[in-house]
């Protein structure tokens, strides 16, 4: 099994007033292995309608491995468009970022688009954006 490099995973989604929580948070579970425990916070919008956001971190090599078999299920589009905008998606705290369709995880489908925010913290010695690139490449290409 080929090495994780991240330090960790954290995944989260916004469930608003207009949404089921129950399916907002079976549309993150889609990425999560089972057990995971979800985080509720709540929040308001700027008008005071309630915001409940959930969220997940996963910290094991196993764990991860179970989120990141999503990026596995995505279309190939989508894999050619993270291929291209690899660069943009890391910053220079070492983190990488991806959002998925909240509605497709939701029906068990992988795709990217608006709803599920993915942020991963990229190992990279010395800790840089070049090395957090090199080594986020390396990872998606063995993968």
Known sequence: MAPVPFH?????AFCY?????????????????????????????????????LSAR?????AM???????????DADRHR?????????NENCAFFLTFDKQAAFNGEVRFGDGITFRAKVEAYP????AAIENT???LEAA
Do not use: C, M, Q, W
């Open 82 to 90: 993270l291929d291209g905008e690899l660069e943009e998606r890391v």
């Open 127 to 130: 800790a840089n954006r070049e």
């Open 8 to 12: 960790y995973v954290d995944l989260r």
């Open 137 to 139: 490449r390396e990872y």
């Open 17 to 53: 007033v207009t949404e089921d929580e129950k399916r907002v948070a079976s549309a993150l579970e889609t990425f999560l292995p089972e057990g995971t425990e979800l985080d509720r916070a709540e929040s308001a919008g700027h008008h005071g309608d309630r915001i409940l956001v």
């Open 65 to 75: 491995r179970t989120v990141l078999a999503g990026l596995d299920a995505l279309p």
């Open 58 to 62: 996963v910290e094991t090599a196993d």
